[in-house]
């Protein structure tokens, strides 16, 4: 009976620790996932409005607006994860911040403050162990699925803003430099 219970405990050990692939910010401890990068060519205006066209596009609530500097956005992510003891699954919603930086040729994005929302209950920040609401309402293996899974989104986003981004750098009807 012990081996049984330290093997499901060492197991639980393994798939909530695969899901802290999650990058954590060393000095607030939530999930960031930020990046400066560079935008040869691009003013901060132009960046800008770039980001404030994506958001919208996405239906985000812009948050914060500081016209040619900074936009941030409060925003969501629809996940489907597992219910306890059931083949089933739930969706619930993730609540995020997006922040898009802007300066003369370069860019910063933060996406962060990630909290789950939804049924069975409001399982809260995303960079704890457990949910706020326990694992009777949502399994280890739903919690697991919900990082992941936000995860993979939030990675596709920031490949989507970043082609964007890069598509009007290199659009040849606006290099005025010939």
């Given at each position: 009976?012990?081996?049984?219970?330290?093997?499901?405990?060492?197991?639980?050990?393994?798939?909530?620790?695969?899901?802290?692939?999650?990058?954590?910010?060393?000095?607030?401890?939530?999930?960031?996932?930020?990046?400066?990068?560079?935008?040869?060519?691009?003013?901060?205006?132009?960046?800008?409005?770039?980001?404030?066209?994506?958001?919208?596009n996405k239906n985000y609530t812009i948050?914060?607006?500081?016209?040619?500097?900074?936009?941030?956005?409060?925003?969501?992510?629809?996940?489907?994860?597992?219910?306890?003891?059931?083949?089933?699954?739930?969706?619930?919603?993730?609540?995020?911040?997006?922040?898009?930086?802007?300066?003369?040729?370069?860019?910063?994005?933060i996406f962060t403050n990630f909290e789950?929302?939804?049924?069975?209950?409001?399982?809260?920040?995303?960079?704890?162990?457990?949910?706020?609401?326990?694992?009777?309402?949502?399994?280890?293996?739903?919690?697991?699925?919900?990082?992941?899974?936000?995860?993979?989104?939030?990675?596709?986003?920031?490949?989507?803003?970043?082609?964007?981004?890069?598509?009007?750098?290199?659009?040849?009807?606006?290099?005025?430099?010939?």
């Open positions: 009976m012990q081996k049984i219970a330290f093997t499901l405990l060492f197991l639980t050990s393994i798939l909530t620790s695969k899901a802290q692939d999650l990058p954590i910010d060393a000095k607030s401890g939530k999930i960031t996932f930020m990046e400066t990068i560079d935008a040869n060519g691009l003013t901060s205006q132009q960046l800008y409005d770039i980001a404030k066209e994506w958001g919208g948050e914060e607006d500081k016209p040619g500097a900074k936009i941030t956005f409060k925003a969501t992510a629809e996940i489907e994860y597992p219910i306890t003891k059931s083949a089933e699954k739930q969706k619930g919603t993730v609540y995020f911040k997006f922040q898009l930086g802007a300066k003369e040729g370069k860019y910063r994005y789950h929302k939804g049924n069975p209950d409001d399982a809260g920040a995303l960079e704890d162990a457990e949910p706020d609401c326990s694992f009777t309402k949502i399994s280890i293996r739903g919690w697991t699925v919900l990082k992941k899974d936000t995860r993979k989104k939030i990675l596709i986003l920031i490949d989507e803003l970043t082609k964007k981004i890069t598509a009007e750098q290199n659009d040849p009807t606006k290099n005025d430099d010939w």
